[in-house]
């Protein structure tokens, strides 16, 4: 037995369509195409029945036991044909595969089926896009958080919480290269404690720590936010970038002193036209050394240098 088509039956014109494929294996048989119409005149009828008794679609085989060509649906088998010759599975497998398409070609039905088929498959694989998409966004924040925490890192002075050496050198470089294009003022306030060595061997390396976060704080307090940037060179060495004029830049750096309790030396220099970073941090370098030399706890400007003793604190 070779069961080459199997049909799902619906309606009409399914069966309608059943009858024309029947006709067409029987002539791709080489059997009789009349008789074999004349056998579908009687088993039409009983499809017909068969189905509107079922009241969903039906089954239909086509099938060749022997000699004979069988159609086959609910447990009813009628012959349709009968062949001379003895046909091969090969012919009758490419048959099957002919007329399938035929039917799934024209079966309306089917064609839902499979595009209900289709637009499942298609949204459940969006779905599992969408699972993927969301597991991979929320990756990727944590890895933004994780890069914005190693890049604050590298930039800030863990103790102080302040920007480090390596991120003041930067923003110091950009600074000086934006404010000379834009003839923008520019001072460098540069900070030492005095006898800091003494604070820490009298307390504690400990309260050293704590006096120089308060040394930050004070620094944060007395600048604008944003504009400003205070930072941390190393050990008990502050320095300011103020975006302004000498005039500001004393107001902040007695602001400081003050606050400190006049144990801290200052120095400032401002960007004088064709200035190179190097030229600005030596003025600077040099305002604080004068601070220190005069007697600490003072501020000394770079193109003064004389010392500021009406803001000495002591
Ligand atoms: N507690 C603490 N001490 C530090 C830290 N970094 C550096 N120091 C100490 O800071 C002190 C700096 O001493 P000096 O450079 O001699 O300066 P000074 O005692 O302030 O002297 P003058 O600047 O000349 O007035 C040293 O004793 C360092 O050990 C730190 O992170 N925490």
Redesign the pocket.
């Known amino acids: 037995m070779s069961v080459f088509l199997r049909l799902v039956v619906i309606a009409e014109p399914d069966r309608y369509r059943f009858a024309r494929f029947v006709l067409e294996a029987v002539d791709a048989l080489h059997g009789d195409v009349f008789s074999c119409a004349a056998a579908l005149v009687d088993i039409m009828p009983v499809l017909r029945t068969d189905h509107l008794h079922k009241g969903t679609s039906l089954e239909v085989l086509l099938m060749v036991v022997e000699d004979t060509l069988y159609c086959e649906w609910s447990g009813r088998r009628m012959p349709i044909a009968r062949f001379e010759l003895a046909t091969s599975e090969h012919i009758l497998a490419e048959l099957g595969q002919r007329l399938r398409l035929a039917s799934e070609s024209t079966d309306p039905d089917l064609l839902i089926r499979r595009n209900r088929k289709i637009e499942d498959e298609l949204a459940s694989a969006r779905a599992r896009a969408a699972i993927e998409l969301s597991a991979l966004e929320e990756k990727l924040e944590s890895k933004k958080a994780e890069l914005r925490e190693s890049l604050h890192a590298a930039e800030v002075d863990s103790?102080t919480n302040i920007y480090n050496r390596g991120a003041y050198d930067a923003r110091l470089q950009e600074a000086i290269l934006r404010c000379s294009r834009q003839s923008e003022p520019l001072c460098l306030i540069l900070m030492?404690?005095?006898?800091?060595?003494?604070i820490?061997d009298q307390h504690g390396?400990q309260y050293?720590?704590e006096y120089?976060k308060r040394m930050a704080q004070i620094m944060q307090e007395s600048v604008r936010e944003y504009v400003d940037i205070p930072c941390r060179m190393g050990?008990?060495e502050f320095v300011i970038i103020v975006f302004a004029g000498v005039a500001t830049a004393k107001r902040i750096a007695e602001k400081i002193l003050v606050d400190m309790s006049g144990k801290v030396?200052i120095g400032i220099a401002f960007l004088l036209p064709n200035d190179s970073l190097e030229m600005l941090v030596g003025r600077s370098d040099a305002a604080l050394y004068e601070a220190?030399r005069n007697g600490?706890g003072r501020i000394a400007v770079s193109d003064e240098i004389v010392v500021d003793t009406s803001i000495h604190v002591v």
């Open positions: 103790l030492d404690l005095d006898y800091f060595k003494q820490n390396h050293g720590d120089l050990g008990d030396s220190k600490r």
